[in-house]
């Protein structure tokens, strides 16, 4: 990977988590943002996996995996 698709990936990322904070917000709005609410839990585990996502992109660029640009 190198340093241009890492930042698209984190792009990519932080789009997708803003999305799951806009439907937070009107979830929380209407009182509905709790664990017993199945799209908040939806909201949540998506929430959970983009971060795992991104600490693996920022682990692997610590650790230099990265491949220069051709």
Do not use: C, H
């Amino acid at each position: 990977m190198t340093l241009d698709q890492y930042n698209e990936a984190i792009k990519g990322i932080l789009a997708e988590q803003q999305k799951i904070a806009q439907s937070t917000a009107q979830l929380a709005m209407s009182g509905q943002a709790n664990p017993t609410n199945p799209e908040f839990s939806r909201l949540m585990t998506s929430q959970w996996a983009l971060v795992q996502q991104m600490a693996k992109l920022n682990t692997d660029l610590m650790l230099g995996v990265m491949t220069p640009k051709k």
